[in-house]
């Protein structure tokens, strides 16, 4: 799959990208985190590998696509399996952007960002998901109350909230439980089925490329019926 517009270009991650990514970062000792960029659960590492390379580097938007899901018992969540959602899921995302911002200048492009969240979020009660989902509670929130800030820093901030969508991961699950669609639509969880990944990257595409403020702090949901 390859969406283009005038401001981005979605396709999926090559082996050979990991060469250009050697040329942004620069060192050995930095690309040693790429597989495939940066692993963001060592939130305590990103403004010393983010901040060098972003003095020369200007950016217009950022799609925060990363995703950590942990499943527990109550009995077992541990606080280490919420701080490894938290970290992931939030704590980096509002490290990253505040490292990005504060090499900004009022005078630079506007700055889109658009995080990915989950209905998970507010509209389902799945059980063994409370380290989950209430990162993603949390990414939206954030979402919402830095909006209103960050525009009068020329940046529209807004979050996509998709419920299960057709991804690599989920085809691999599908070859373990047969007809996965199916099960979902006749539970009457998603009685639109599973959500196509062009559905979600389209409204990506168009969120990370417009000049419009409108949808600054909006957390837009795409649920199939969920």
Do not use: W
């Amino acid at each position: 799959m390859q969406i283009e517009t005038q401001r981005t270009l979605i396709r999926p991650f090559l082996p050979e990208d990991v060469y250009d990514l050697h040329e942004i970062f620069g060192d050995a000792a930095t690309i040693k985190n790429c597989e495939p960029a940066y692993d963001f659960e060592k939130t305590e590492n990103i403004e010393s590998v983010f901040t060098p390379f972003l003095q020369n580097l200007k950016l217009d938007g950022l799609v925060y696509c990363v995703g950590n899901g942990h499943q527990a018992k109550f009995k077992d969540l541990k606080t280490e399996i919420i701080q490894t959602d938290m970290k992931t899921n939030y704590f980096s995302f509002v490290e990253l952007l505040r490292i990005i911002m504060n090499q900004r200048k009022q005078s630079d492009n506007q700055f889109n960002c658009v995080a990915i969240s989950s209905v998970a979020s507010t509209y389902t009660n799945e059980k063994y998901y409370c380290s989950y989902t209430s990162s993603k509670s949390a990414l939206e929130g954030a979402i919402r109350v830095l909006s209103p800030e960050l525009i009068k820093k020329n940046c529209m901030l807004c979050a996509v909230k998709p419920a299960v969508v057709g991804t690599q991961r989920l085809d691999n699950i599908t070859m373990l439980t047969d007809d996965l669609e199916n099960k979902i639509v006749k539970s009457g969880y998603q009685p639109g089925g599973i959500i196509s990944s062009k559905a979600v990257s389209d409204m990506i595409c168009y969120l990370i490329s417009t000049n419009d403020f409108s949808f600054s702090g909006a957390i837009i949901p795409i649920t199939s019926g969920a």
